[in-house]
Structures are given as structure tokens and as C-alpha cells.
């Protein structure tokens, strides 16, 4: 028998929605996207609603953290600095160069009447809800909201 045929066919693609505007969430969203792609993945991140701070000029300086973290702003930076992490801002730097797709969500654009204008990547597709089922129904994709 195959290993499709098992069911255990290899995934090598990364699907990751990011819907969540806060630092706490974005970091294990790049982290889990720069290390797929370092492994040989085709990684693909959506960003949606909250996620869509991070590339909305005039926004991306409000990042905070979730209450659920504990920590504050200030307290997780320090901690991200001593760790050695980069900021969130070279994490997407990192991810773009590795190959990263990075892909802002049309409905939520037209919701908050954001335009390709307005996005802090110039080269970040927009791509509605039927492109991310097509990337989410791939067998061979690993697809996570975050």
C-alpha cells in the first residue's frame, strides 16, 4: 500500500490564518510559517480581521498583547529582546525573504475599507475566502488558525 493510500502522504504545504491582531499570536504564526518554509514547506499566511493590523499602514504601531498573556507590551518586548527574537516587523521581513506567501483577506479589506494602497507590503496578494478553501482542501496542506 501507498502512503496516500495509508492516509500519511507527506504534507508540504503550510496554511496559516492569522486572524488574531495582537504580538502574542503573531509570533507563533511567523515562527510556525519561517520554520515550515526552512523544512521545505510551501507556506501560505491569511490575514484577517485582527490579523490584518500587522499589514495595515498606520496600524502596525498598535500592536499590543492579549490580556490572556499576563505580560504587557513593554514586559513582552524585553522578554523577545533577551530571548534574542527579532521584532515582529523582522519577522515578516524573515518570512518574506524565505518565501513566505503573504496574503491579505478581501472581505476583511472591504469590511474596513482598506485598500492594496494601504497594506505595509507592497507585494502581499489579496485573495478572498475560495482561494484559502482551495489551499485548506490541498491534502497535502497542514492548514492552522492562529
Excluded at 85 to 102: E, R, W
Aim: net charge negative; glycine share 8%.
Amino acid at each position: 500500500m501507498t502512503e496516500q493510500q495509508l492516509g500519511t502522504a507527506q504534507k508540504n504545504k503550510l496554511v496559516l490564518v492569522v486572524s488574531k491582531g495582537t504580538l502574542d499570536a503573531l509570533y507563533p504564526a511567523f515562527i510556525l510559517a519561517t520554520t515550515g518554509v526552512a523544512q521545505g514547506m510551501e507556506v501560505y499566511m491569511y490575514f484577517t480581521f485582527g490579523g490584518m493590523k500587522l499589514l495595515t499602514k498606520g496600524q502596525t504601531d498598535q500592536l499590543d498583547v492579549s490580556k490572556d498573556l499576563g505580560l504587557s507590551k513593554e514586559e513582552l518586548q524585553s522578554l523577545i529582546s533577551r530571548g534574542g527574537m527579532p521584532t515582529i516587523h523582522q519577522m515578516l521581513d524573515m518570512a518574506i525573504q524565505a518565501g513566505v506567501h503573504i496574503n491579505a483577506c478581501s472581505p476583511t479589506m472591504k469590511l474596513f475599507g482598506t485598500t492594496k494602497e494601504n497594506l505595509t507590503v507592497s507585494s502581499a496578494d489579496v485573495v478572498g475566502a475560495s482561494t484559502f478553501l482551495q489551499w485548506a482542501s490541498d491534502p497535502a496542506a497542514v492548514t492552522l488558525f492562529i
